[in-house]
């Protein structure tokens, strides 16, 4: 990209004497083609077709439930705040125009990529939609589904516009995540040469925007899906599928409904998947590349205009941090909503409705209660009365715990609400319990996470100590913090799931046998609890990449030094509130997991017509038994998969930095007048290299997770074909072991032969029968070796990189020797380690053990 001549000309006087001016990474603003269309649309017939848009939401809600109209009611109430808030932080001062053009070109650069990712990704949507679309039109059908006029046609079409739907929902929700993001930064910048409270309002208040339009359109983007297929499928009028019909076994009631959404989460998981990965690599690539060669080789501090790589560092920010968590919560919330309807659908044959229902009513009292907490942190004191700089965390905090507060009255005001039965008066309370159970489990994550990552606590510390010995024991002091820092989260989660599971089952509620029926919905209750502040939660994640970003871009336009105070003294607490809510995901997603797997054999056994599970959630002679080979097998490759998966991903960070690191020095060789303010740095090949870089590296992880459950599932069904049939000629005995040698080969060779021995595995199963239910047990036990496996490997990675990143932070307040120190330049090398596990490969995996989960749910059938 051509850069001004004044740029290029060194000889036009020293750079800082000069007027800051930035390139552009495009030559004009990114606007989607929705908003473009819009915008075209004369306002009084936008406004009419809105009021009809409403019109027609209510009329669908009012038809199903008075409860789907409450829902409503309190989205699209959030929703007018959000405008508020949005409207409220864009009325703030952009500061000098040196911050403005340093802005300009991270908004500029995040949305280039941004448009270039998400474009690949709806490439990748449409193909697998497709593929959706074929298997579902060749897959069995349940006698429900028939007797009810759901055949294999109209199957297909829900689910694919129901995945359809949540993908584009999910982009929607990275997109406005980075959209408030690249606008808020620089205000936070000029907020901070007034006062610290001011910037951290209107920081605050920047994510709490992003946070409620996310959980608002998870919340209202599957209660209208709900509500649609209600009404379309004619439920509960004679003749039409019920909302819950009985399979073959009367004491296992199975909820058609909910299953149709497993579409919508399997679609978010999907965007969430790559765009946390194409995230993760552009953000920690470019910061990796700037801090080796920036801070270490050439000595000059963190986001110095002279950096070739800063900008990209900065931009990296907005589109892994933001839209990539953005994405992340999105898929979480509908995740857990979904697994929690199909376990309440389980329940409503012979107890209410709003058992189905009851998620949807939490998360929308989440938008109210996050509301709050958002809004009771206020600029209180006189910008123009220099003060004491308060502790951002404990403001934070406080705002957390009103958040906190009201969650436990509106989640116990739910379950009174929704949850009373006459069959079991007392049931309610314990599902309150549960609920409760879940929030303190929220809260004990996050101190946690806080413990283990925050520098005024003994962990970090003694981590930044280590580095004054050298880079090799601050690495292995990282590692041991992160393998110590799982057990607790781990003992944590086994006591809540325990309790509430103990909660449920002696709720009172029980089958037509008398066997109690509660224990699985008590943790779907739990995991609500815990993502009941999920918007205050994301509000705060969010807070922190802005604040990143505040601090670059005073650097970059040489504030004075008090200023470059207050930003550093955010982005430390915002490197806290990241790490805490990565915690709080993969906390979330431990428990979410567990329900989509119970989901997901709950599926198995309507189809497959046999039962999975016992009265009393108890597995029985169909049980997941890793005695068996193929079964064990199983579980084995889960747990391959999340370390080949982890490997490939901190891999792709590894290629891309190398590319930045090269072309980095290159630049400083090549112009030395960079180092000495007479040159400009091409900021934009930097940009360039790490977008093409990490668009090109995302696919393998990524088709990685996708392909795996589809192969091993599979494979199995091959092999049993083969194993049971006997009485097949010699000949033919011979050709099946060749297919199954070439099935194995296949997994190694490429992606097309693992789809090709899938079909062939597929028809050796349609030929002969094998065991029963071998190929969904075995994708059974990949998913529960996967989570387990899934949820240490996260702890770890986002815990020590974490406490790397803040150890460093400490070292530069000027402790053990300061910055350019040798203490310092060990703390950089332990934080450039942490960053691909920090926000790339950590972060992916809580999307990873929910999108394993999802994706076994929507193509169970081919594994029967």
Same mark, same amino acid.
């Given at each position: 990209?051509?850069?001004?001549?004044?740029?290029?000309?060194?000889?036009?006087?020293?750079?800082?004497?000069?007027?800051?001016?930035?390139?552009?990474?495009?030559?004009?603003?990114?606007?989607?083609?929705?908003?473009?269309?819009?915008?075209?649309?004369?306002?009084?017939?936008?406004?009419?077709?809105?009021?009809?848009?409403?019109?027609?939401?209510?009329?669908?809600?009012?038809?199903?439930?008075?409860?789907?109209?409450?829902?409503?009611?309190?989205?699209?109430?959030?929703?007018?705040?959000?405008?508020?808030?949005?409207?409220?932080?864009?009325?703030?001062?952009?500061?000098?125009?040196?911050?403005?053009?340093?802005?300009?070109?991270?908004?500029?650069?995040?949305?280039?990529?941004?448009?270039?990712?998400?474009?690949?990704?709806?490439?990748?949507?449409?193909?697998?939609?497709?593929?959706?679309?074929?298997?579902?039109?060749?897959?069995?059908?349940?006698?429900?589904?028939?007797?009810?006029?759901? +055949?294999?046609?109209?199957?297909?079409?829900?689910? %694919?516009? /129901?995945? $359809?739907? =949540?993908?584009?929902?999910? *982009? @929607?929700?990275?997109?406005?995540?980075?959209?408030?993001?690249?606008?808020?930064?620089?205000?936070?910048?000029?907020?901070?040469?007034?006062?610290?409270?001011?910037?951290?309002?209107?920081?605050?208040?920047?994510?709490?925007?992003?946070?409620?339009?996310?959980?608002?359109?998870?919340?209202?983007?599957?209660?209208?899906?709900?509500?649609?297929?209600?009404?379309?499928?004619?439920?509960?009028?004679?003749?039409?599928?019920?909302?819950?019909?009985?399979?073959?076994?009367?004491?296992?009631?199975?909820?058609?409904?909910?299953?149709?959404?497993?579409?919508?989460?399997?679609?978010?998981?999907?965007?969430?998947?790559?765009?946390?990965?194409? +995230?993760?690599?552009?953000?920690?690539?470019?910061? %990796?590349? /700037?801090? $080796?060669? =920036?801070?270490?080789?050439? *000595? @000059?501090?963190?986001?110095?205009?002279?950096?070739?790589?800063?900008?990209?560092?900065?931009?990296?920010?907005?589109?892994?941090?933001?839209?990539?968590?953005?994405?992340?919560?999105?898929?979480?919330?509908?995740?857990?909503?979904?697994?929690?309807?199909?376990?309440?659908?389980?329940?409503?044959?012979?107890?209410?409705?709003?058992?189905?229902?009851?998620?949807?009513?939490?998360?929308?009292?989440?938008?109210?209660?996050?509301?709050?907490?958002?809004?009771?942190?206020?600029?209180?004191?006189?910008?123009?009365?220099?003060?004491?700089?308060?502790?951002?965390?404990?403001?934070?905090?406080?705002?957390?715990?009103?958040?906190?507060?009201?969650?436990?009255?509106?989640?116990?005001?739910?379950?009174?609400?929704?949850?009373?039965?006459?069959?079991?008066?007392?049931?309610?309370?314990?599902?309150?319990?549960?609920?409760?159970?879940?929030?303190?489990?929220?809260?004990?994550?996050?101190?946690?996470?806080?413990?283990?990552?925050?520098?005024?606590?003994?962990?970090?510390?003694?981590?930044?100590?280590?580095?004054?010995?050298?880079?090799?024991?601050?690495?292995?002091?990282?590692?041991?913090?992160?393998?110590?820092?799982?057990?607790?989260?781990?003992?944590?989660?086994?006591?809540?799931?325990?309790?509430?599971?103990?909660?449920?089952?002696?709720?009172?509620?029980?089958?037509?046998?008398?066997?109690?029926?509660?224990?699985?919905?008590?943790?779907?209750?739990?995991?609500?609890?815990?993502?009941?502040?999920?918007?205050?939660?994301?509000?705060?994640?969010?807070?922190?990449?802005?604040?990143?970003?505040?601090?670059?871009?005073?650097?970059?336009?040489?504030?004075?030094?008090?200023?470059?105070?207050?930003?550093?003294?955010?982005?430390?607490?915002?490197?806290?509130?990241?790490?805490?809510?990565?915690?709080?995901?993969?906390?979330?997603?431990?428990?979410?997991?567990?329900?989509?797997?119970?989901?997901?054999?709950?599926?198995?056994?309507?189809?497959?017509?046999?039962?999975?599970?016992?009265?009393?959630?108890?597995?029985?002679?169909?049980?997941?038994?890793?005695?068996?080979?193929?079964?064990?097998?199983?579980?084995?490759?889960?747990?391959?998969?999340?370390?080949?998966?982890?490997?490939?991903?901190?891999?792709?960070?590894?290629?891309?930095?190398?590319?930045?690191?090269?072309?980095?020095?290159?630049?400083?060789?090549?112009?030395?007048?960079?180092?000495?303010?007479?040159?400009?740095?091409?900021?934009?090949?930097?940009?360039?290299?790490?977008?093409?870089?990490?668009?090109?590296?995302?696919?393998?992880?990524?088709?990685?997770?996708?392909?795996?459950?589809?192969?091993?599932?599979?494979?199995?069904?091959?092999?049993?074909?083969?194993?049971?049939?006997?009485?097949?000629?010699?000949?033919?005995?011979?050709?099946?072991?060749?297919?199954?040698?070439?099935?194995?080969?296949?997994?190694?060779?490429?992606?097309?032969?693992?789809?090709?021995?899938?079909?062939?595995?597929?028809?050796?199963?349609?030929?002969?029968?094998?065991?029963?239910?071998?190929?969904?047990?075995?994708?059974?036990?990949?998913?529960?070796?996967?989570?387990?496996?899934?949820?240490?490997?996260?702890?770890?990675?986002?815990?020590?990189?974490?406490?790397?990143?803040?150890?460093?932070?400490?070292?530069?307040?000027?402790?053990?020797?300061?910055?350019?120190?040798?203490?310092?330049?060990?703390?950089?090398?332990?934080?450039?380690?942490?960053?691909?596990?920090?926000?790339?490969?950590?972060?992916?995996?809580?999307?990873?053990?929910?999108?394993?989960?999802?994706?076994?749910?929507?193509?169970?059938?081919?594994?029967?």
């Amino acid at each position: 990209m051509m850069m001004d001549d004044d740029m290029e000309n060194g000889g036009l006087g020293p750079y800082q004497d000069r007027p800051r001016t930035f390139p552009n990474m495009r030559s004009k603003p990114y606007v989607p083609m929705i908003f473009r269309i819009l915008m075209r649309i004369n306002i009084r017939v936008l406004f009419v077709l809105l009021l009809l848009c409403l019109g027609v939401v209510f009329y669908i809600g009012a038809s199903t439930s008075p409860i789907i109209v409450f829902v409503f009611s309190v989205c699209i109430i959030t929703f007018i705040l959000s405008i508020y808030l949005c409207k409220w932080v864009l009325s703030k001062d952009e500061g000098p125009p040196e911050m403005a053009q340093i802005s300009d070109a991270i908004r500029d650069g995040a949305e280039g990529f941004f448009r270039t990712q998400y474009g690949t990704i709806s490439k990748m949507a449409c193909l697998l939609a497709l593929v959706i679309f074929c298997i579902y039109l060749f897959r069995n059908t349940t006698p429900q589904q028939e007797a009810s006029g759901i +055949g294999r046609s109209n199957s297909a079409c829900i689910t %694919v516009a /129901a995945f $359809l739907l =949540g993908a584009l929902c999910s *982009g @929607i929700a990275g997109y406005v995540g980075m959209w408030v993001s690249v606008r808020a930064n620089v205000r936070v910048s000029s907020a901070a040469r007034r006062s610290a409270r001011e910037a951290l309002q209107i920081a605050v208040r920047a994510g709490g925007f992003s946070a409620i339009v996310v959980v608002g359109m998870a919340v209202i983007g599957i209660a209208i899906l709900y509500a649609t297929f209600y009404v379309w499928l004619g439920v509960d009028t004679p003749g039409s599928m019920k909302v819950t019909d009985c399979s073959l076994f009367t004491d296992r009631p199975v909820a058609n409904l909910p299953l149709l959404l497993v579409g919508y989460g399997f679609g978010a998981s999907f965007v969430a998947l790559f765009a946390q990965l194409g +995230g993760g690599i552009y953000t920690k690539a470019a910061d %990796v590349g /700037a801090d $080796l060669v =920036g801070k270490v080789e050439q *000595g @000059i501090p963190e986001d110095d205009p002279r950096n070739p790589a800063v900008i990209a560092d900065l931009v990296g920010d907005n589109v892994g941090d933001c839209a990539a968590r953005g994405a992340d919560l999105f898929e979480s919330i509908a995740a857990e909503i979904i697994s929690a309807m199909i376990l309440g659908g389980t329940m409503v044959q012979r107890y209410p409705s709003g058992f189905i229902l009851f998620p949807l009513v939490v998360h929308s009292f989440d938008l109210v209660i996050s509301s709050i907490g958002i809004l009771s942190i206020r600029s209180s004191r006189d910008s123009s009365v220099k003060a004491p700089i308060e502790d951002p965390m404990a403001i934070l905090q406080k705002g957390y715990s009103v958040t906190i507060v009201l969650a436990v009255l509106t989640f116990g005001a739910s379950t009174r609400w929704l949850l009373y039965t006459e069959q079991a008066p007392s049931a309610w309370l314990n599902f309150a319990l549960c609920g409760l159970v879940g929030i303190i489990t929220a809260y004990i994550f996050v101190w946690i996470t806080k413990y283990y990552t925050d520098y005024k606590h003994e962990p970090v510390r003694a981590l930044a100590l280590s580095s004054s010995t050298g880079h090799g024991t601050n690495i292995i002091a990282g590692v041991s913090l992160g393998l110590e820092s799982t057990a607790p989260p781990v003992l944590v989660i086994s006591v809540s799931i325990v309790s509430a599971y103990w909660l449920g089952q002696t709720s009172g509620l029980v089958d037509e046998s008398g066997n109690p029926i509660g224990g699985l919905f008590g943790t779907a209750v739990a995991t609500m609890g815990m993502l009941s502040t999920a918007a205050y939660v994301l509000t705060m994640d969010m807070f922190g990449p802005i604040a990143d970003n505040a601090g670059g871009i005073v650097e970059m336009s040489q504030q004075p030094e008090s200023v470059r105070e207050i930003t550093d003294v955010l982005d430390a607490v915002g490197n806290t509130t990241k790490a805490t809510t990565k915690g709080f995901a993969i906390g979330s997603a431990a428990l979410a997991s567990f329900l989509l797997f119970s989901a997901y054999m709950d599926e198995v056994a309507t189809f497959a017509q046999e039962p999975f599970k016992q009265a009393g959630n108890y597995l029985i002679d169909c049980q997941v038994d890793i005695a068996i080979p193929e079964v064990f097998v199983g579980g084995l490759l889960g747990s391959m998969l999340i370390f080949l998966f982890s490997g490939w991903a901190c891999s792709a960070v590894g290629k891309t930095a190398q590319e930045v690191v090269n072309e980095v020095r290159r630049q400083f060789i090549e112009r030395p007048g960079i180092m000495e303010y007479k040159e400009k740095p091409d900021y934009a090949r930097c940009v360039a290299i790490v977008a093409s870089a990490s668009l090109r590296e995302m696919i393998k992880p990524g088709a990685l997770a996708i392909i795996s459950p589809l192969v091993i599932g599979g494979w199995v069904l091959a092999l049993e074909g083969e194993k049971n049939d006997h009485h097949i000629p010699p000949l033919s005995c011979i050709s099946f072991t060749h297919l199954s040698f070439l099935w194995a080969l296949s997994t190694v060779v490429s992606a097309f032969r693992n789809s090709v021995a899938l079909v062939l595995g597929q028809l050796v199963k349609f030929a002969h029968e094998g065991h029963a239910l071998l190929g969904a047990k075995v994708v059974a036990a990949l998913l529960m070796f996967a989570t387990v496996s899934g949820i240490l490997m996260a702890l770890f990675l986002n815990t020590a990189g974490g406490a790397w990143d803040n150890a460093k932070k400490f070292i530069e307040t000027g402790a053990l020797g300061g910055k350019g120190s040798d203490t310092h330049k060990a703390a950089v090398t332990g934080d450039t380690v942490g960053d691909p596990f920090k926000d790339t490969a950590g972060p992916s995996l809580h999307v990873l053990i929910k999108m394993l989960a999802t994706i076994t749910l929507v193509m169970a059938p081919i594994f029967l």
